[in-house]
């Protein structure tokens, strides 16, 4: 619509699929991973109490830009909430990993989770895009060679391919992605072969934030994402997102809401 060319109900899904079909050999995933323990999903919709208020003192100048700000935003009002459920498993000898989609939060979660669980000695780990490889792999290592609690806290891109955290007990994505290729592939750490026993993901959402339109974009883009991919998988999690996201009208009402009341943020 911005640029004046209508293309709604336009599509390449025909085509693409044509094409796809004489180059992939789909085996669905409920053969490949059939023997693997169930992987659980809950999308906690954070109530008020659960939420740390902003700092009337905080200025946008102190946030990184654009969307990244809001991120941040949301990431430091669910902070307690996500440290907390991560600290619950951990006193019960689990092993956790948290996923957020800044470097700052996964630093700053991962201070924070330490600081919680330091009576337990060194167990929490933190790498993200600044990390080297030689580094990931070496928390990796000591990560699933633990018996006892242990944590990994990251950013989703730098640990969501190729490395396998099968030995997970909780995983909570404190941040969501913005497409379903990299939904997938951060469930996808957490469904492995070798895996001994069942996980559960959680996705909290901050109401009123970000997140909730992150959670639009994503629902919105999971269906033509079906088509072509026809991952079984995301399915889940497509369940789970419309059951817990607010419609777009509803959208409207907050935002014409916070606005009346005079919220910047």
């Not at 180059?23 to 409920?30: E, I, K, L, M, N």
């Not at 030689?134 to 950013?155: F, H, L, N, P, W």
Request: charged letters at 25%; a negative charge; one cysteine or more.
């Amino acid at each position: 619509k911005w640029g004046g060319l209508d293309v709604r109900g336009s599509s390449n899904e025909s085509e693409l699929k044509t094409r796809l079909s004489v180059v992939s050999h789909v085996v669905p995933y409920s053969v490949t991973h059939r023997e693997l323990p169930p992987k659980r999903r809950e999308v906690v919709r954070l109530s008020d109490d659960d939420l740390v208020a902003i700092p009337k003192k905080l200025s946008w100048r102190d946030l990184p830009k654009g969307i990244h700000g809001s991120i941040c935003l949301a990431s430091y009002m669910k902070r307690d909430w996500v440290v907390d459920r991560a600290v619950e498993v951990m006193q019960q000898g689990g092993k956790v990993v948290i996923f957020t989609g800044l470097r700052v939060d996964a630093e700053l979660t991962g201070a924070a989770l330490a600081k919680a669980v330091s009576h337990f000695g060194p167990c929490v780990d933190v790498a993200h895009g600044g990390t080297t490889p030689q580094e990931r792999d070496g928390i990796r290592e000591r990560y699933m060679a633990a018996k006892s609690a242990r944590a990994i806290v990251g950013t989703g891109d730098a640990w969501g391919e190729s490395v396998n955290l099968q030995d997970t007990d909780l995983a909570i994505f404190a941040s969501l992605p913005f497409t379903p290729g990299q939904l997938m592939q951060w469930e996808g750490r957490f469904s492995r072969l070798g895996q001994l026993r069942p996980v559960l993901i959680l996705y909290p959402i901050a109401p009123n934030t970000v997140d909730d339109h992150v959670a639009r974009i994503m629902l919105d883009k999971l269906p033509a994402f079906d088509e072509i991919v026809n991952n079984e998988a995301l399915k889940g999690a497509r369940t789970a997102l419309r059951g817990d996201v607010p419609s777009d009208e509803e959208m409207q009402l907050q935002l014409a809401e916070l606005v009346s009341a005079g919220g910047e943020l």
